[in-house]
């Protein structure tokens, strides 16, 4: 298994510009997740997932769009990025139920918007 | 919603000794509590959890403690090693909630 990947691991982009986070989970997990980590603030939720079709807002989802088409993609899109954006975005996956709640993270994906 | 608060920020701990990091959280009804440690440039990865209706869970030189009256546990690592150096973060779940919560984090850093 792949596990939880995402592309493109490094992005800059100009303030203004659109974009897409791609991450992808080959373990069929119903649950998937979007976080952005800043210095000192830790893992702040940006919107969440639990099944294709189905998606909802975390605690900092202003200016993010999320979509689940499958259950194996759910991209992050930037509408029209603003340097406050400037983080680290990680993807997670996770299997909901009776073997466990092991959240498995991407790598990331550095975000730079000047 | 699960509010989570980690401490201490910074940790600076001479190899081979020992480590504790400590998170409390304001919902009663959590009863999961993972511990994810991040290394430079990656992404966090599960190094232990335990659920509330146990109060101590050990895994080789890391252990987690519960103590659910006061709403906090802590994450202890003994006989440390330089590869123990990262950043480590602790959450919470509610039973009903997809969502974990996480502390702000703790960067350990293992002199030699």
């Known amino acids: 298994n792949a596990g939880v990947t995402q592309t493109p691991k490094f992005q800059v982009l100009k303030t203004g510009q659109s974009m897409t986070l791609q991450c992808a989970q080959d373990m069929n997990h119903e649950y998937m997740s979007w976080y952005r980590q800043d210095p000192g603030m830790g893992l702040r939720l940006i919107h969440y997932?639990?099944?294709?079709?189905?998606?909802d807002q975390g605690e900092v989802p202003n200016g993010y769009n999320v979509s689940r088409s499958t259950t194996e993609d759910f991209p992050l899109r930037l509408l029209s990025a603003a340097p406050s954006q400037t983080s680290v975005y990680f993807c997670?996956?996770?299997?909901?139920?009776?073997?466990?709640?092991?959240?498995?993270f991407g790598p990331g994906t550095r975000l730079t918007v000047l | 919603g699960e509010n989570v608060e980690q401490h201490p920020s910074t940790l600076s701990v001479q190899e081979g000794d020992s480590a504790v990091i400590k998170c409390t959280y304001s919902?009663?009804?959590?009863?999961?509590f993972p511990w994810y440690k991040q290394e430079l440039g990656k992404g966090p990865q599960l190094i232990i959890d335990i659920r509330s209706n146990v109060g101590e869970k050990k895994d080789q030189r890391i252990a987690v403690t519960l103590n659910k009256t006061a709403k906090h546990f802590s994450l202890h690592i003994t006989e440390t090693q330089p590869e123990d150096s990262a950043v480590y973060f602790c959450a919470a779940k509610e039973p009903d909630d997809y969502k974990l919560s996480f502390g702000a984090g703790t960067t350990v850093t293992v002199r030699a």
């Open positions: 997932s639990v099944g294709a079709g189905i998606t």
């Open positions: 919902d009663s009804a959590s009863n999961y």
């Open positions: 997670a996956s996770r299997y909901e139920g009776f073997k466990g709640n092991e959240q498995f």
